[in-house]
């Protein structure tokens, strides 16, 4: 059963995202935020660190394709940025120590790089109309506040899935 964990709880939260997306826009003082779930890029970066990353690429691949075809009408947008970042997670991570708490930090740099990027194609195609400035304060901010609380709640507990997961796969 626990074989099947990791991809599961990877299927949970993509479509766990869309719902928590429900509260945002949140407005204060007349100035909406705009908070954006990044669950499965944080998972994934988990993944990356503490599986393997050619399995972190693989899931980064089929997720954004789904995230695509689920949330986006142009197909590729995600399909690219996951395994992106999952391949730039890899490179850090190997000059860093894998502590939880430098992956924890580290997803959350990027989840940054997620959002720029992201913002950039948007802003080349013409999808979004809003400046870089105004991107950082309502929406770069508030989803990294959201996501980190995200991280903070749930990054032992990936941490030790994926540890379980790994002394299963090697008989202890």
């Given at each position: 059963m626990i074989r099947f964990i990791i991809p599961l709880i990877a299927v949970i939260l993509f479509f766990l995202e869309p719902v928590f997306s429900l509260f945002s826009p949140v407005s204060i003082a007349d100035v909406s935020y705009t908070l954006v779930p990044r669950f499965v890029i944080v998972y994934l970066i988990f993944i990356t660190v503490y599986y393997g990353r050619r399995r972190a690429i693989?899931?980064?691949?089929?997720?954004g394709l789904l995230y695509d075809m689920y949330h986006i009408d142009i197909i590729g947008i995600y399909t690219f940025l996951?395994?992106?970042?999952?391949?730039?997670?890899?490179?850090?991570?190997r000059q860093l120590?894998?502590?939880v708490i430098t992956v924890m930090l580290l997803s959350m740099a990027m989840v940054a790089v997620l959002e720029l990027l992201s913002f950039i194609f948007a802003s080349l195609i013409a999808l979004t109309a809003i400046g870089f400035e105004e991107f950082i304060v309502i929406r770069l901010m508030p989803t990294m506040i959201a996501n980190s609380i995200f991280v903070a709640m749930f990054g032992y507990l990936f941490k030790w899935l994926i540890d379980e997961r790994e002394l299963q796969k090697a008989g202890i």
């Open positions: 693989l899931y980064g691949m089929i997720l996951y395994p992106v970042i999952c391949y730039l997670a890899a490179l850090i991570i120590h894998r502590h």
